[in-house]
């Protein structure tokens, strides 16, 4: 079957020569990427199946095909060559057919990625020398080793460790999986034997346009025609130039008008074909031709001032991104490329870090095509290349990459691993001259240090270089990312020397273990950094950047007043498209009653919004034409797009509007019925115990069957466990006290609770009976009502004035027992203290989850704190719990949530199901909460808080 297939592929091969035999072929050996491979011989030297020749999918890191071991690179950091490191060979075998057509033409194999010391051999015999790095394209020439017409053997040696202690520093010592294998495709690059071997494309935002064409063989009398057209395949301009005599390098140049320029907002491209002649007796034989895609844009550092695109001061809204997939380690495919940059332009983010190496071209190619900034990295964690390797690299790097208008930077290495060396040999390939950064130092006027805190942050600012972060924020499980990330971004878009900042990190890099039945492994905490889960699952800090990074702003108060006219503040955060290209909706409409779930809102009216003429980082105003009862309605959303179609982001408002979602409905009877310690009360088929040596709610049934439903209110009061009674950090407190939150204790749950209740009354009236509830100390009242329909109404009042992370009052019942909760409210994700935006007010309903972070991936989460919230539902095994908030300034605890099993972010005191005033904010990796802005501050309570909610039980 191998046999057949291999000479099918000659024929096929033989076909194409004839149909574009000017143009360079490409046939590929391997297959494309993930899910379109070809099988090869394979035998790995050790670890799982080590011994045997087996068949392997190429391109595939090997570790995933069942071979080999699994390493993750920190543990063995700072080594270039340990004992007990994971440092399989595998052998690779593959044969082809060539048809005979190509005797005269040039044969090279090509390389895009293999880890990584690689040998080559066809039919027996070398084809080079090795080459070392695992992320960059490499080829070797072949002509003179193949048998053209007849069956050849190719033969590839991989090493997943390299001889040279370099490149092990520099690639495979890192924070991050290391893998084994041909992990990229392998291709034949078929040429005429006086061919173009590349060219380096100039284009600025002027229109001027200069390339240069490098001839990959030795030849006289040679021109280039550049032939440049528009996205539409119009012809806009012809170029020409000639070799120089004695020169491999062909260079034209031209000055093009009424061009349209590239942006990562107007990703505007163009093409060109370059066109090798040879030039005989006035005639012109065309020999070889080459085609690119450019863009018209220019990059500039302003020393002191900040970053321009095409003359335009720009922010960097950045993230970090590795090249990854569960399946498949980091062997990607076209698919997967564009959907990383769909999903990062979806967070309204215009700029992506390739940490740390050369991305697939279908990467730069959808950066291209959909509009990202991108800094392209050369290898390097903590360590770096030697000089030798290095300049290898870079001009691997730099010569396949350099035509891509997306890249803006060059990086060299990443955190120490920049061999400085190397810093001058990038201007060497680039005729662009892109500016050289080296990520955690300051380097051609950019400081880039990481993990500044907020405090920091704004001191680096006030440095006379331009201040822009290449990793900031670094996210674990639910925590950094969005969480004070609004903080952050007011600071730096404000700041005359910001370059804005990368995000760490795009996804999880949690493998699918193949020796472990696809078991996603995060190596504990060290890949669970990412915003969206490894199958790019939603975290809530996905939306929270979309709102914060929306290059529109409506500033309007989310809460309108009566006398509204319809006019809203707008402002264009863009840098280079004006409002009128957006479009604009509204919507008004009411929210079902409690009663009604399952529903989201219902839409009474919408409207479109004439698009306001605003310049780019200006502001405005828009006008949204109501109806005159709008505000018999419960909301009016406004939605933005981008000129794709794109939401941007839509905003809620709403007004002052009597809604109580739980009303007594005056039906039924009431009684209650005294023991020592007990009131029982019977109200319809409800019956509810409160004790009255506490005041609390001990006891729930309806129609005969009980509802867990008990202990509260009871008053939750707790701080950060490293805080002093003024909010500032101990010193002397032990290292993680500052994930413990501490509940505080109070006199109401003190051992002797006669000192606790100070009085209790029951009043009892035709329609329902009320309990009031006097006690000493921080909890003062509570008032029960409970009505004849069963309704119950609790208001309550408490005063704790000092210092708090957390504190409200709280019920418990058993989280094994709910089945789903419904809401109406902000969601549908939870939020921290600082990280409130980024969810919509709507009615939202999920079933109960307690995922483990880092090892399963169901969002939105179940548990945790909501906010804005009017009504919720619990749907129980033992039936539904119903609660209503007079008005939606509290905060709804879900449980409590649940950090990874290491605990590195929060242990939180369990608060079942809780109103609260405060809730916590939530630190990331790097940086305490203390040291994250000032919305993750701890709270001043001051005075009395006092609430009401509605209670109601259903079987």
């Known amino acids: 079957m191998k046999k057949r297939s291999n000479y099918i592929l000659g024929l096929l091969l033989l076909t194409s020569v004839f149909v574009k035999a000017q143009e360079t072929e490409r046939v590929y050996l391997s297959g494309k990427g993930y899910q379109d491979t070809k099988q090869w011989d394979f035998k790995v030297s050790d670890g ?21 071991t699994y390493q993750y690179g920190i543990r063995f950091y700072g080594k270039p060559h340990p004992e007990g490191i994971a440092d399989e060979v595998g052998e690779y075998k593959y044969e082809f057919e060539v048809p005979k057509a190509w005797e005269n033409k040039k044969i090279k194999i090509v390389f895009d990625g293999s880890m990584t010391d690689t040998e080559v051999r066809i039919n027996g015999r070398s084809a080079g020398n090795k080459h070392q790095g695992a992320f960059y394209r490499f080829s070797y020439d072949i002509t003179n080793l193949l048998k053209f017409g007849k069956r050849n053997l190719l033969e590839v040696k991989v090493s997943k460790e390299s001889e040279n202690g370099s490149v092990n520093l520099a690639e495979r010592r890192a924070d991050y999986w290391n893998f084994g294998g041909i992990f ?27 390339a240069n064409i490098f001839i990959g063989s030795g030849e006289e009398n040679l021109m280039v025609e550049a032939v440049v057209t528009d996205s539409n395949a119009k012809k806009i301009q012809t170029l020409i130039g000639d070799l120089p005599e004695g020169s491999d390098l062909i260079h034209v140049s031209g000055k093009f008008t009424n061009i349209h320029q590239w942006t990562a907002e107007t990703p505007n491209l163009y093409n060109v074909e370059f066109k090798l002649y040879k030039k005989v007796d006035g005639k012109k034989e065309l020999l070889h031709i080459v085609k690119d895609r450019f863009g018209f844009r220019t990059i500039e550092i302003v020393e002191g001032d900040g970053i321009y695109v095409n003359g335009q001061r720009v922010l960097m809204k950045g993230v970090n991104r590795h090249s990854f997939w569960p399946e498949s380690g980091r062997t990607l495919n076209k698919e997967l490329n564009y959907a990383d940059v769909k999903l990062i332009k979806e967070m309204n983010m215009n700029a992506v870090r390739l940490s740390h190496y050369p991305p697939d071209p279908d990467f730069l190619n959808a950066c291209d095509e959909l509009g990202l900034y991108v ?45 400085t060396h190397l810093d001058n040999q990038f201007v060497v390939w680039d005729l662009q001259n892109r500016p050289v950064l080296h990520p955690q130092q300051d380097l051609n006027g950019v400081e880039t240090m990481h993990y500044r805190s907020y405090g920091e942050t704004q001191e680096y600012q006030r440095g006379k270089n331009i201040f822009m972060p290449t990793e900031f924020l670094h996210g674990l499980y639910d925590g950094g990312h969005g969480a004070g990330l609004d903080d952050y971004w007011e600071i730096m878009r404000k700041h005359p020397r910001s370059g804005g900042g990368y995000l760490w990190v795009f996804a999880d890099e949690g493998i699918a273990r193949t020796d472990r039945n696809g078991q996603i492994d995060n190596q504990g905490n060290y890949g669970a950094d990412g915003i969206v889960g490894p199958h790019h699952e939603k975290e809530g800090s996905f939306f929270t950047i979309k709102e914060v990074w929306s290059p529109v702003m409506l500033m309007n ?33 009411e929210f079902e009653s409690i009663q009604a779930k399952g529903n989201k809102h219902k839409t009474i009216k919408t409207g479109t919004i004439k698009a306001p003429d605003v310049k780019p980082q200006e502001s405005g105003k828009m006008n949204v034409k109501l109806p005159n009862n709008w505000q018999e309605s419960d909301v009016l959303y406004i939605t933005a797009k981008n000129k794709n179609g794109n939401e941007l982001w839509k905003w809620e408002y709403t007004w002052d509007k009597e809604n109580q ?17 007990i ?29 867990s439903f008990s202990n509260g209110p009871r008053l939750i009061v707790a701080r950060r466990g490293d805080r002093t009674l003024d909010g500032t950090v101990n010193p002397d407190f032990e290292k993680g006290e500052d994930r413990i939150y501490k509940e505080i204790q109070v006199v109401d749950d003190a ?14 009236e035709e329609d ?155 630190r990331n990796k790097v940086n305490a909460t203390d040291l994250v802005g000032p919305s993750s501050q701890p709270k001043w309570l001051n005075g009395i808080q006092s609430h009401t909610i509605y209670l109601k039980f259903d079987n």
């Open 48 to 68: 799982r199946n080590s011994g045997e020749w087996g068949v392997i999918n190429v391109p595939s890191v090997w570790e995933q095909e069942g071979y080999g």
């Open 184 to 210: 990229r495709p392998v291709f034949l690059e078929v040429l005429p034997s006086v061919f173009i071997d590349r060219t380096s494309i100039d284009a600025n935002h002027l229109g001027e346009f200069n």
């Open 375 to 419: 800094m392209d990295e050369l290898g390097g964690w903590h360590g770096h290349y030697d000089d030798a390797i290095g300049r290898k690299l870079v001009k691997e790097m730099v010569t396949r990459d350099l035509n891509h208008p997306s890249i803006i930077f060059w990086s060299n290495g990443n955190e120490g691993g920049w061999n």
């Open 557 to 589: 108060d989310s809460h309108l007043s009566k006398d509204f006219d319809g006019t809203f503040i707008v402002e264009n955060r863009y840098d280079f498209t004006n409002l009128k290209d957006c479009s604009f909706s509204w919507e008004l409409a």
């Open 661 to 677: 979602y739980l009303v007594p409905e005056n039906k039924g009877s009431i009684s209650s019925e005294e023991t020592e310690d």
């Open 679 to 707: 009131i029982k009360i019977a109200a319809l088929s409800a019956n509810y115990e409160f004790s009255k040596k506490t005041g609390k709610l001990v006891n729930v049934s309806t129609s005969g069957k009980n509802i």
């Open 751 to 764: 051992v002797d609770v006669a000192e606790s209740i100070k009085q209790l009354d029951i009043k009892k």
């Open 768 to 922: 329902k009976i009320i309990i009031t509830v006097l006690y000493h100390g921080i909890l003062q009242k509570v008032v029960w009502t409970i009505y004849n329909d069963g309704l119950l109404q609790l208001d309550y009042s408490y005063e704790y004035n000092g210092v708090v992370d957390l504190a409200g009052i709280c019920f418990d019942y058993p989280e094994e027992k709910v089945k789903a909760k419904e809401w109406l409210g902000d969601g549908p994700y939870r939020v921290w203290q600082n990280r409130i935006k980024g969810n919509t007010l709507d009615v939202w309903k999920n079933a109960y989850n307690d995922p483990i972070p880092g090892e399963s991936f169901n969002y939105p989460e179940f548990k945790g704190y909501f906010n804005n919230w009017r009504w919720a539902t619990f749907t129980t095994e033992e039936g539904k719990i119903s609660i209503a908030n007079e008005k939606p300034t509290t905060y709804l605890g879900v449980f409590t949530p649940r950090d990874g099993r290491d605990e590195l972010l929060y242990r939180l005191p369990h608060t079942g199901i809780s109103i609260l005033d405060v809730i916590p904010p939530v």
